[in-house]
């Protein structure tokens, strides 16, 4: 990997980095989901300036090349993160279904009283 390469790939993730830590105190994105992006930032430096690791952790590991060990951890991220993207929307339906209910009780409370408030004017 040419040094103009390996100065340009830090560059970018460092301002990827910035970003989220921007976007951490800009109150866009909460401190446990910026974690993962942080991590990976620092393991994407890590990679560039120790290249042979990579090469040396996909031989031991027994891929064919490093783009292939690089590629299926992209993928295992990938359904790690699609997967705690479900378990949170899970949540929040049922947060949702629930809040849904309690607001239809109250409705169905206030519509009671509003008829005893109006039967007791009329009488």
């Known amino acids: 990997m040419s040094l103009t390469l390996r ?3 830090i560059v970018i993730t460092l301002i990827y980095m910035f970003l989220i830590l921007k976007s951490i105190r800009n109150k866009k994105i909460s401190v446990s989901f910026s974690i993962f992006w942080l991590i990976t930032g620092v393991a994407l430096i890590i990679c560039v300036l120790v290249p042979q690791m990579i ?3 996909s031989n031991k ?8 060990m690089i590629f299926c951890i992209t993928i ?11 378990i949170i929307l899970s949540k929040e339906n049922q947060k949702s279904k629930l809040l849904v209910q309690e607001v239809s009780l109250l409705k169905k409370k206030v519509e009671n009283l509003e008829e ?8």
């Open 55 to 57: 090469e040396w952790i």
């Open 116 to 123: 005893k408030i109006n039967e007791s004017k009329k009488s």
């Open 61 to 68: 590991l027994g891929f064919a090349t490093p783009s292939n």
């Open 76 to 86: 295992f991220m990938a359904f790690y993160l699609i997967f705690n993207l479900t």
């Open 7 to 9: 100065i340009a790939l």
